[in-house]
């Protein structure tokens, strides 16, 4: 089985939390916690589904941490326009779910292989 432990490594982490934030500022809006807190929670809960697909697909190669960091600026950069659709400048747990569904196959690591079957590679 591929080693993608790195993904729920406390280091790996703090830098969602580190980079949730900084993508946060850069789109000029605030977030609050339940925003990470979902980020790490779907970290989680398909790491065991990531480690099975990098093995089936033999990816392991092209899934690393700048890629899974990527992520974390698509999903935000998406739930920061469903914010601005509600006229807030601030992202909550509303807004990044909804990122979440609409961004699915593009999201590797926060995504699982229910709706996908391969992974869409971010370029």
């Known amino acids: ?6 993904l729920t490594g406390k ?3 703090k830098e969602i939390v580190i980079r949730a934030h ?5 789109l000029g809006f605030k ?8 980020l790490l929670f779907m970290l989680n809960k398909y790491h065991v589904e990531n480690k099975q697909l990098a093995g089936e697909f033999n990816l392991l190669e092209v899934r ?3 890629k899974a960091l ?3 600026d698509i999903l935000l950069t998406e739930a920061a326009r469903f914010a601005d659709s509600r006229n807030s400048k601030t992202i909550d747990i509303t807004d990044i779910t909804k990122a979440h569904s609409t961004k699915y196959s593009i999201i590797w690591p926060f995504c699982g292989k229910k709706k996908h079957q391969g992974f869409i590679l971010l370029s």
């Open 11 to 13: 280091d790996f982490k």
């Open 31 to 38: 977030t609050d916690t339940s925003v990470t807190v979902f």
């Open 1 to 6: 089985m591929p080693d993608l432990d790195w």
């Open 64 to 66: 690393t941490p700048e």
């Open 22 to 26: 900084s993508t946060t500022q850069q």
């Open 70 to 72: 990527a992520a974390v």
